[in-house]
């Protein structure tokens, strides 16, 4: 079965730092296509990034310049590095994997993992 | 980008009966080159991840119960539950995966009447 856990998240200020990552297990790490999508308190779903098997690497705007993803296929994690966090950028942290026949298909999930920017 | 607009916010069904929910794409999500329709349904259940369970607009995912089933075509999209249960309660989301950003609906909180 297809595991995804997230880690790192945590309470930082405004301006700050973090780095997430995502394990991966059961499946073939570095042939899939992964995101990381995030979800405010109380509210909708909304992507941040994914990168692909070949890392071509896509960034809603709301983070663009701000959030780095990357992937490590020989650890099979995935990682999101996010500066100059802002308190809107306060949610659960998802990560996911891609589908077989469009990586863009959010297939499976993690369980998330919660980022509070507050001062 | 494409938006997304689901329809209602909310609904209240009774165990049994039949609960209809609406996805508009700003845009078609028809990829004329392979005839596919990139638009994909979750379900969320509190405090848990969302859970895919239709893609290519009406293919279900492994496991899922064919009480639930998607229809639609071009930019007007609808996930139905044939007759909901206890356990369909939660919050569904559309979702297009034609282009990114990869968008969502804001969701549909399906409850028991």
């Known amino acids: 079965e297809v595991q995804l856990v997230e880690s790192g998240g945590g309470l930082v200020q405004p301006g700050g730092s973090l780095r997430l990552s995502c394990t991966a297990s059961?499946?073939?790490?570095?042939?899939?296509?992964m995101h990381w999508v995030r979800q405010a308190p109380g509210k909708g779903l909304e992507w941040v990034s994914y990168?692909?098997?070949?890392?071509?690497?896509y960034y809603a705007d709301s983070v663009k310049g701000r959030f780095t993803i990357s992937r490590d296929n020989a650890q099979k994690s995935l990682y999101l590095q996010m500066n100059s966090l802002r308190v809107e950028d306060t949610a659960v942290y998802y990560c996911?994997?891609?589908?077989?026949?469009?990586?863009?298909?959010?297939?499976?999930w993690g369980q998330g993992t919660l980022v509070t920017v507050s001062s | 980008d494409i938006v997304m607009t689901q329809s209602p916010d909310s609904l209240a069904v009774s165990l049994g009966e039949r609960a209809t929910i609406n996805c508009k794409s700003s845009?078609?999500?028809?990829?004329?080159?392979?005839?596919?329709?990139?638009l994909a349904w979750y379900q969320q259940k509190p405090g848990q991840p969302p859970k895919l369970l239709i893609y290519?607009?009406?293919t279900r995912e492994s496991g899922v119960p064919d009480r639930f089933s998607g229809s639609g075509s071009g930019t007007d999209f609808t996930l139905t539950i044939s007759s909901l249960q206890a356990e369909d309660v939660a919050v569904y989301y559309c979702?297009?995966?034609?282009?990114?950003?990869?968008?969502f609906g804001g969701g549909t909180k399906v409850e028991i009447k």
């Open positions: 996911a994997r891609g589908g077989h026949d469009s990586g863009r298909l959010t297939v499976f």
């Open positions: 059961e499946f073939t790490f570095s042939s899939y296509e």
């Open positions: 990168i692909t098997s070949g890392s071509t690497i």
């Open positions: 845009q078609s999500v028809l990829y004329s080159s392979n005839n596919k329709t990139y």
């Open positions: 290519w607009a009406s």
């Open positions: 979702q297009q995966y034609y282009g990114t950003p990869l968008t």
